[in-house]
């Protein structure tokens, strides 16, 4: 970006350049440099979170699967040691019946 300075003489404008303007030239030359190298820091810095997120995402999703997987099977145990208790009450129920008529 060039910095000028207008100065009106009789009438007519005059543009004087100044002195820093010249090295701010230079800097135009460099700061897509400095704009594309940031731009290439921060893609390289969200494609890494990126990979973080989806490496917790599976790890999430296995591991819910796990949880699942482990619900299922106790609840299958527990149907089964309800159903054996559910048989041992009944025959129980049936010895003592059976004792209670004997008398």
């Given at each position: ?7 009106f ?13 010249v ?16 731009l ?28 699942i ?10 149907k ?10 009944e ?7 059976a004792?209670?008529t004997?008398?």
């Amino acid at each position: 970006m060039v910095n000028m300075v207008k100065i009106f003489k009789s009438g007519e404008a005059t543009t004087v350049v100044e002195e820093e303007a010249v090295s701010k030239q230079d800097n135009v030359q460099e700061e897509p440099a400095l704009a594309l190298q940031r731009l290439m820091s921060e893609e390289a810095n969200l494609m890494a979170e990126k990979q973080n997120f989806e490496s917790l995402k599976e790890k999430l999703q296995l591991k819910a699967k796990e949880e699942i997987e482990n619900k299922k099977n106790n609840i299958q145990k527990l149907k089964s040691e309800i159903t054996d208790l559910k048989v041992a009450c009944e025959e129980l129920t049936k010895s003592l019946n059976a004792g209670v008529t004997a008398k």
